[in-house]
């Protein structure tokens, strides 16, 4: 045994000296700026004529994409808003697929399917959407402010009283929970239940406890927002009269016109071909779609508009 493990010493420490003069070398290249790494960095790309050494050129294609990440980074943004900067700008869209996030917070698809949507068929379902409204909103300013304002009172009336339905209930239920522990307390004390009964009741008590002491002070705040939404049409129109006509869905005129989208499962399941609904929320007045007798108003008038442009 002794012998086996002066074996793995000695190895050990060949392995050590070896090392040494392989680390010395890799720290004598890097310092004279050779290239050490066996891939090739994005913004580059092999120049053909180096043979074996594999020397490095700058890619003309990609290299404005590595200048830009690093401006913006330079300007102070965040990866977060560096990629949603870049997509759709230089990188490809159609390699993008949007996800249900519900769907890997349960388990089993009985609550939710990983239904998908491709984020360039989402773009162009939003983009048309806003052009839609802003040609609405912009020549039919009279009917869009009365029927936005009908709409939005009775909804937000609507949300209101459910959000406090929902927090009047949790905070009801918090109070017999405080109830419900003392008694089974007493009833543990009494001999009424056992000790095991008493940990596996109390632990259910105290789970359930602490989801809605986490859940009341979310629910005040939506409360308070729905308080202070005053949905202001004019602050739409304010919006939409700077634009005639959007070509291109970026970041910006996402955030300035949406504010909330949700993607529902397609009608069958697992079908590419089914129907799916999309709900889009914009900004200051909410959920809107343009009438029927105007899309195709509308559309005659973007397609005379797009040939002008294009010829």
């Known amino acids: 045994m002794s012998q086996f493990r002066n074996k793995l010493l000695i190895d050990k420490q060949k392995g050590r000296r070896l090392a040494y003069p392989f680390r010395d070398c890799f720290k004598s290249a890097l310092n004279g700026g050779e290239r050490v790494s066996t891939q090739i960095p994005y913004g580059y790309k092999r120049d053909p ?13 990609t290299a404005p994409i590595v200048k830009m990440i690093f401006e913006l980074c330079a300007e102070g943004k965040g990866p977060k808003h560096i990629a949603n900067y870049s997509r759709g700008r230089c990188l490809k869209p159609q390699s993008y697929t949007l996800s249900c996030s519900r769907y890997h ?9 990983p239904h998908s ?16 409204t802003i040609y609405y909103a912009r020549n039919n300013k009279n009917d869009f402010v009365n029927y936005i304002k009908k709409k939005t009172s009775s909804q937000l009336t609507k949300d209101f009283n459910a959000k406090c339905s929902e927090l009047s209930k949790s905070e009801q239920r918090v109070k017999e929970l405080k109830t419900l522990f003392k008694r089974l307390y007493e009833d543990n004390i009494l001999g009424r239940i ?9 632990a259910d008590y105290t789970d359930e406890q602490k989801e ?8 005040r705040k939506e409360i308070e927002a729905l308080k202070s939404e005053c949905v202001n049409t004019q ?5 939409v009269n700077k634009y005639l006509y959007i070509e291109e869905l970026t970041p910006t005129v996402l955030r300035t016109f949406i504010s909330k989208i949700v993607i529902h499962e397609r009608d069958k399941k697992h079908s590419k071909t089914a129907t799916q609904k999309i709900d889009l929320y914009f900004r200051y007045i909410g959920q809107f779609t343009v009438p029927n007798d105007y899309n195709n108003t509308y559309n005659e008038e973007y397609t005379t508009e797009n040939a002008k442009r294009t010829a």
């Open 49 to 61: 004529d180096s043979g074996k050494q594999c020397n490095l050129l700058i890619n003309e294609e």
């Open 105 to 113: 917070k349960h388990m089993g698809e009985e609550i939710c399917t």
């Open 117 to 132: 949507i491709r984020e360039v068929v989402l773009d162009e379902i939003v983009l048309d959407e806003i052009n839609k």
């Open 194 to 202: 056992s000790d095991e009964q008493f940990r596996m009741l109390a």
């Open 212 to 219: 809605l002491e986490l859940q009341i002070p979310t629910l």
């Open 235 to 239: 602050k739409f129109l304010d919006v």
